[in-house]
């Protein structure tokens, strides 16, 4: 379902509009201008369901979208440098100086799974019609010693994650029936374990991480009773490795 952006926010005493503190003929205060909006919500709203629950506004998502060409930052990079950028925050629709970040990074990943390739076709259509051939260009030419890399580090989670599903691949190819594949509840325990380094969630990250080795643990328990001699013999050397 597509989120609706509120175009008219009610202002309280102590807000102070951005446009009474930054310079309007700043570049981007200028291109904000020059984008036609309308064109882009009836281009993308194709993609949204009827039903559900609210996305992130079009608009945000795509004004949000072509900061990260703009400036090459990763997902993460540009949703924490946002909250700091009153230029970032007035491109991207804002009325008042906000403190808090338009959406989780994570939002990124489900736009580009929504649109699809044809989506993706269109956005870099409306940044080639911003900024010509150099929106093409610099898909290719950008000097990657000096890119921000959206790069992900292996973590205990995500390592016991693996095991789990490597334990489940090698089920189902071996036709082994198990317990249970824990599908479901490892999406959401990944969930829980994110941000583990902030106070305020530190305690559920601990306990989401340790679930997940437990479960790992269990899988690899399961899948070994199973196994026949052959079997054993076959998958040796990955049990030596998991150490369980």
Known sequence: MIGKEDKTPQLSIFDTQLEKFINLDHELCILSKNIDWDSIDKDFSIYYSEIGRPSVPI?????LL???????FSDEAIVDRWIENPYWQYFSGEKVFQTKKPFDPTEFIHFRNRIGKEGAEKLLKVLIQLFGKEAQEKEVLIDSTVQEKNITYPTDAKLHKRIIDK?????????????QTYTRTLKQLLI???????????????????????????QVRDIERQFTQEQKDKYQDLFIILNY
Do not use: W
């Open 167 to 179: 334990v489940n691949k090698i089920a189902k190819e071996e036709g082994i029936i198990l317990r």
């Open 192 to 218: 829980d374990q994110r941000f583990h380094s902030h106070p305020k969630r530190r305690k559920k990250a601990k306990a989401a991480l340790l679930k997940i080795k437990t479960i790992a643990g269990r």
């Open 66 to 72: 072509l900061l990260k060409h703009i400036y090459n």
């Open 59 to 63: 608009r945000r998502m795509i004004r």
